[in-house]
T-cell receptor, first 110, second 116 residues
Framework: ELKVEQNPLFLSMQEGKNYTIYCNYS?????LYWYRQDPGKSLESLFV?????AVKQEGRLMASLDTKARLSTLHITAAVHDLSATYFC??????????FGDGTTLTVKP | DTAVSQTPKYLVTQMGNDKSIKCEQN?????MYWYKQDSKKFLKIMFS???????INETVPNRFSPKSPDKAHLNLHINSLELGDSAVYFC???????????????FGQGTRLTVV
């Protein structure tokens, strides 16, 4: 059974700082997603990573995928309060099925 | 226009009742899903339908029965509700792409079910 582990689960950081969220998964996959969820809201797709070495950037967030290490990272640069949310990675191994990590709740403090 | 819409947004009901949640997507996607998010925010897939056919059923009690009248709709009916069914239920859809792997999912706004 596929396991997807994120760490840390909770992250409190100051504005302006950098940090990385890690997503490890246990079986072969070449498709990984990052989603954002604001409190009480739905999930919104951030990135789709489709192959080994894929890197995508949007604003202060950058995601990468290393399929050999079964690892994806979500790097936050110069955090701002608006980035406070819960971030989920999700991995596909079977068509139509994504297994989600437990989520990383990020709080950015002034 | 809302891409994936589900109703109701909130549902409070007594144990033992039967209830339904409706979901519709206007994105033209082939695949629709139901996810359950518990109080710790853990998100777990329940069902997946592709072109009205059930393709994933993840050890969900028989009390939960999805129904897909067409590929734009996926409803969830729950019989004999239990306290442990309290959660947020998300509907989602995605497009089948290359090698039968899907694109990212688009989620509805969620239905917060509270069983009392």
């Amino acid at each position: 059974e596929l396991k997807v582990e994120q760490n840390p689960l909770f992250l409190s950081m100051q504005e302006g700082k950098n940090y990385t969220i890690y997503c490890n998964y246990s079986t072969t996959s070449d498709r990984l997603y990052w989603y954002r969820q604001d409190p009480g809201k739905s999930l919104e797709s951030l990135f789709v990573l489709l192959s080994n070495g894929a890197v995508k950037q949007e604003g202060r967030l950058m995601a990468s995928l290393d399929t050999k290490a079964r690892l994806s990272t979500l790097h936050i640069t110069a955090a701002v309060h608006d980035l406070s949310a819960t971030y989920f990675c999700a991995v596909d191994t079977v068509a139509g099925k994504s297994t989600f990590g437990d989520g990383t709740t990020l709080t950015v403090k002034p | 226009d809302t891409a994936v819409s589900q109703t109701p947004k909130y549902l409070v009901t007594q144990m033992g009742n039967d209830k339904s949640i409706k979901c519709e997507q206007n994105l033209g996607h082939d695949t629709m899903y139901w996810y359950k998010q518990d109080s710790k925010k853990f998100l777990k897939i329940m069902f997946s339908y592709n072109n009205k056919e059930l393709i994933i059923n993840e050890t969900v009690p028989n009390r939960f029965s999805p129904k897909s009248p067409d590929k734009a709709h996926l409803n969830l009916h729950i019989n004999s509700l239990e306290l442990g069914d309290s959660a947020v239920y998300f509907c989602a859809s995605s497009q089948e792409g290359r090698l039968l792997m899907n694109t990212e999912a688009f989620f509805g706004q969620g239905t917060r079910l509270t069983v009392v």
